[in-house]
């Protein structure tokens, strides 16, 4: 038991660290210059997001900026809600999304399209769930300055509404923090060592450009981990940042939403490793899974030393919703949330066997 504890405070120690190599965005940002940014974002059957949307874009203080939104060939009412909540603003352009062309995914396609559309000296892909503070395009082009970035991610503040969204959508910062090692993400071109995520991506244009933009990735179901990747291929600096004071996501509504969400990418996301799958699987299960039932064990038994593990991987996930901006007691939850992320990569691992399509969102894919 000794070890097992002393194990998971080296975990909670490097998580410590690991964050001090992930820059926030600047509170006061300062720019030498003032470039024109395209806010392209991409957009099917996102009718209920478009107004809280349109009101982020419109309030944004940075002046010199165009915003292009495609819609993806939407089944519901996302064009009309389009409409009416721009009102003749003449910073925006609607643009309809073209058919979906054989072997290409959904929203890597409808990205192709936007920055074909697109002038800026930045480009800035946003998802329609996306709403972020004034500042926040403006921090964002700041620290890519600062850090003379072509490539500036990174994960939002989640707003959890259904409870598998309370499971699944907050391991996606833990999972940073504690797998990837942010040093070599953020301050070398290995490629291994890459996160992105493709809600908050600002892209240098020429550097975009030189790698084949989405084009490069248009068979991706990760792209954007697989862009970054081909960033950092071709010599130039991606920057991984805590963005979540300033940006904020409400991925889903649903359950369903989010269990389809996770299936298409947990696997994928992995490389479809079969080995480093089932070494994700013991890992959680050793580790995150089985401290809870060793505390029930040392409560009835007089055993309380039993109890830290627990105690620790609470610490550690509190440790990580704190510096994140989310709800800190959905700590607690650490075991639920690593048994519902080994269930949905047992299931996406599963269907990838049998050559069963992933869906979402009407389309399907292999």
Known sequence: MALYIAIHLAFLGWIIINRLFLPALPKQPELSGRPLVSVLVPMRNEERNVEVLIKSL???????????????????????????????????????????????????????????AASGDYLLFVDADVRFRPKAIEQSLALMERKKAHLLT??????????????????????????????????????????????????????YQKIGGHAA???????????????????????????TMSVKCRMYDTNTEVWEGFLKNSYAGIGRSPFLAGVLILFYSTFYILPPFLALYGVFNGLYSWMIPYVLTVIQRWYVDMVTNQRWYLSFLIPLQA???????????????????????????S
């Open 58 to 116: 419109k309030n944004s203080s940075y002046d010199q900026m165009e915003f292009i939104l495609l819609n993806d060939q939407s089944t519901d009412g996302t064009q009309k809600e389009l409409e009416r909540t721009i009102e003749g603003d003449s910073r925006f352009t609607i643009l309809q999304g073209k058919e979906l062309p054989e072997g290409w995914v959904g929203k890597v396609h409808a990205c192709h399209q936007l920055q074909q």
């Open 217 to 243: 990735v248009y068979n991706s179901l990760v792209e954007d981990v697989h862009i970054a990747r081909e960033i950092k291929a071709h010599g130039y600096k991606v920057v991984l940042a805590n963005i």
């Open 339 to 365: 048994a519902a992320m080994l269930g949905v990569l047992v299931e996406s691992m599963r269907k990838s066997f049998k050559k069963q399509p992933y869906s979402w969102k009407g389309r399907h894919y």
């Open 154 to 207: 990174g994960f939002p503040a989640f707003d959890v509404a259904p409870f598998l969204s309370k499971l699944l959508v907050p391991m996606l910062h833990f999972v940073i923090l504690f797998h990837l090692p942010i040093a070599l993400a953020n301050y070398t071109k290995f490629k291994a060592a890459t996160a992105a995520n493709g809600m908050w991506m600002m892209f240098e244009r020429n550097s």
